[in-house]
């Protein structure tokens, strides 16, 4: 069994594979998340299908049944899974694309756009409808039901995240210099700088210490 809690320090290699850290505050921050160290260069945790699976059942929107049924799938057929990866990656960047330029109040290229588009068209031709108790009711989809169920599922929390009001101004960055983790600023003041005060927030302060200590101006 798989321990789905949410851990600290940017994740960790356990002998189930990789411990995911999820402090973004929403399914699609945390997807951005999952190429550590932007700044850098980049430091991979989603390096194939199972990957991303994995990751699924972490963030709590796929079971782990049905992750062996994707893992099955991708089995029979790898180049469809491996295909479905590339296409993860791709919507990784055009999510930390949006991201920066809704912080920047920049605008995204008619190219990024037109993804975000397709990625809609995708979304919604998944989308079914059942009769409930009271009536009409959205079916939940099968995120098992094909390989690109993921991806379906974060492209949709994405583009409900990017058109609210309210998560759109909470829409942060941290500040630490070589990190560039996304969250969702939840504080009462709005004013949280750092994705993890454990990781990134302790290393400014003790970098900080560290010049005070040897006389380097901050400035």
């Known amino acids: 069994m798989i321990d789905t809690r949410a851990i600290r320090f940017g994740g960790q290699d356990t002998p189930q594979g990789f411990q995911f850290e999820l402090s973004g505050g929403a399914v699609a921050l945390d997807f951005a998340n999952t190429l550590d160290e932007r700044p ?12 991303l699976a994995l990751w699924s059942v972490q963030s709590g929107f796929l079971t782990e049944g049905k992750r062996a049924t994707l893992l099955a799938a991708a089995q029979q057929e790898p180049a469809a899974a491996a295909a479905v990866h590339a296409q993860a990656l ?20 008619d190219e990024q756009v037109h993804c975000w588009n397709d990625w809609l068209k995708r979304t919604q031709a998944s989308r079914r409808l059942s009769w409930g108790g009271s009536g009409l ?3 939940q989809p099968d995120i098992a039901a094909a390989l690109d169920g993921i991806l379906l599922h974060v492209a949709d929390a994405a583009i409900q995240l990017f058109l609210d009001t309210d998560a759109r101004s909470r829409l942060r960055l941290c500040a630490s210099d070589d990190c560039d983790w996304a969250f969702l600023d939840r504080s009462r003041r709005q004013n949280r700088v750092w994705c993890d005060m454990t990781v990134c927030g302790n290393r400014a302060k003790a970098a900080r210490h560290y010049r005070r200590k040897v006389g380097i101006s901050e400035s």
Do not use: H, N, Q
């Open 40 to 51: 850098r260069g980049g430091l991979e945790r989603i390096a194939d299908y199972p990957a």
């Open 90 to 109: 791709a919507l990784r960047e055009l999510i930390f694309a949006t991201i920066k330029a809704t912080i920047a109040s920049e605008v995204l290229s």
């Open 137 to 139: 009711a959205w079916k």
